[in-house]
């Protein structure tokens, strides 16, 4: 259940713009997910999150996308801002209340 | 509402020394907190889940005798790295469930860094 990951993928986008960030889960089973956003020395934030039986959901400027066929996340974020550089994990929950969490990708919004 | 707090923020030991680590629910219970590490560039790996009044309940991989962890109440968490080696330092960061609730939303803490020297 552990993530394992030498280096963090990477996302560069224009400040204005949308950003996509993918995250692959393991086990079919999984039924409950969510994104977390963590800044630099910081603890995760949650930023939305989604349950097996939807397909989508929306925030506010985010949308998390769920193809359990391919059992693939999306994050979308409208109109990225500076402030949305971090690193973002999607974390699945397989059973009982523990998450695990993915490997994680690091945004950069360019001003 | 709902913040976690964990002490200290940054600790550097000498190796073979041991560091304890608090995690804290400042405005609400929690019968449940997990404890994850994170190395540099890498992503949270959980290392066990801490029930108030039992015992922890270790991912496959984890020193138990190493990383002990008591949950005495239901606001605090201790992990605390026993005989530290400098491979220990790392992230540490905890996160609790608030009791009753059933969404499994987890409040993360801020994170502790230690280096082991």
């Known amino acids: 259940g552990e993530s394992v990951g030498l280096h963090l993928p990477t996302l560069s986008v224009q400040e204005g713009d949308n950003s996509i960030i993918n995250c692959a889960y393991s086990?079919?089973?999984?039924?409950?997910f969510i994104w977390y956003k963590q800044e630099s020395g910081k603890g995760p934030q949650f930023i939305i999150d989604?349950?097996?039986?939807?397909d989508k959901r929306q925030g506010q400027r985010v949308t998390v996308l769920l193809n359990k066929t391919v059992k693939h996340l999306s994050l979308q974020i409208a109109a990225t801002q500076p402030g949305d550089s971090a690193v973002y994990f999607c974390?699945?929950?397989?059973?009982?209340?523990?998450?695990?969490f993915g490997t994680g990708t690091s945004l950069t919004v360019i001003p | 509402g709902a913040v976690v707090s964990q002490h200290p923020s940054w600790v550097i030991c000498k190796s073979g020394t041991s560091v304890k680590i608090e995690c804290r629910s400042l405005?609400?219970?929690?019968?449940?907190m997990f404890w994850y590490r994170q190395f540099p560039k890498q992503s949270l790996m959980l290392m066990a889940t801490?029930?108030?009044?039992?015992?922890?309940?270790?991912e496959q991989g984890v020193e138990k005798d190493k990383f002990l962890i008591n949950h005495a109440s239901l606001t605090l968490s201790t992990l605390t790295v026993t005989s530290a080696h400098p491979e220990d330092s790392s992230f540490y960061i905890c996160?609790?469930?608030?009791?009753?609730?059933?969404?499994?939303?987890?409040?993360f803490g801020p994170g502790t860094r230690l280096t082991v020297t």
């Open positions: 801490s029930n108030e009044g039992s015992k922890a309940t270790y």
């Open positions: 086990n079919s089973a999984s039924d409950y």
């Open positions: 989604i349950r097996s039986n939807m």
């Open positions: 974390a699945e929950n397989i059973a009982g209340n523990q998450f695990y």
């Open positions: 996160s609790a469930i608030m009791t009753g609730d059933l969404s499994y939303e987890q409040y």
């Open positions: 405005d609400f219970q929690a019968t449940t």
